[in-house]
């Protein structure tokens, strides 16, 4: 059972444009959600993070909007740049779970110059 | 400051043997996680700890995985008899506390059982 989906395996988009990365959840009892990036023979490494009491986080080139009611979240990146290739992981934490991440299949993002 | 750690960075063992993977994280973070990522999927919970002590094992896939984190700060996951189906990544992360602090990841022990 997939609590986190990302159904899109890759996208690719060019310099300059803006980048949408999509992610589902099931679990209504996720209370944070967060992105993570990942380049190849490295670990996660954090992006940008988002509680459910909000609907959208900004932070420099990166926003986060989520849409509890759909429980749809999405990362835009813009403008999206060559070094912005990579895996990104959406995760979700459940309320009173401690920190245990539940994370979905990731997207692999290629931005052309 | 040094990051979180994982040794080794690459391990190939036969199907039925024992292996050990170790974690060190950053210093001062009090929460550490162990996720498993198997090709083409997303880090997948196995267990974390608060401190010491076991706060959730509820990922670990049987009995045959076991952790510890005896003293608090380094921590190795145990692996018996292993099997060809548990070649994957293994991560492990750390963080200040185990709220909504941010995880921090080691760049993982790649498992190859054969």
């Known amino acids: 059972d997939q609590q986190v989906k990302q159904n899109s395996p890759s996208l690719s988009v060019q310099e300059g444009r803006i980048s949408i990365l999509n992610c589902d959840y099931t679990?209504?009892?996720?209370?944070?959600f967060l992105w993570y990036k990942k380049y190849p023979a490295e670990g996660p490494t954090f992006l940008i993070s988002?509680?459910?009491?909000?609907d959208k986080n900004e932070d420099g080139r990166f926003t986060v909007f989520l849409n509890k009611s759909a429980k749809h979240l999405s990362l835009h990146i813009v403008p999206s740049q060559p070094g912005d290739s990579a895996v990104y992981f959406c995760a979700a934490k459940e309320y009173n779970q401690g920190g245990k991440l539940i994370f979905g299949q990731g997207t692999e993002l290629s931005v052309k110059p | 400051g040094a990051g979180v750690s994982q040794t080794p960075s690459n391990k190939v063992t036969e199907k039925g043997k024992y292996v050990e993977l170790r974690c060190d994280p950053i210093s001062g973070h009090t929460a550490l996680y162990w996720y498993r990522q198997s090709l083409g999927q997303g880090p997948e919970f196995l267990i974390y700890f608060q401190g010491t002590g076991a706060a959730d094992d509820s990922g670990l896939p049987n009995d045959r995985f076991f952790a510890v984190r005896p003293e608090g700060s380094v921590s190795t996951l145990k692996i018996q008899r292993t099997e060809r189906g548990d070649s994957a990544v293994y991560l492990c992360a750390s963080s200040l506390g185990a709220g909504g602090e941010t995880q921090y990841f080691g760049p993982g022990t790649r498992l190859l059982v054969l």
């Open positions: 679990n209504s009892m996720f209370d944070y």
């Open positions: 988002i509680s459910s009491i909000k």
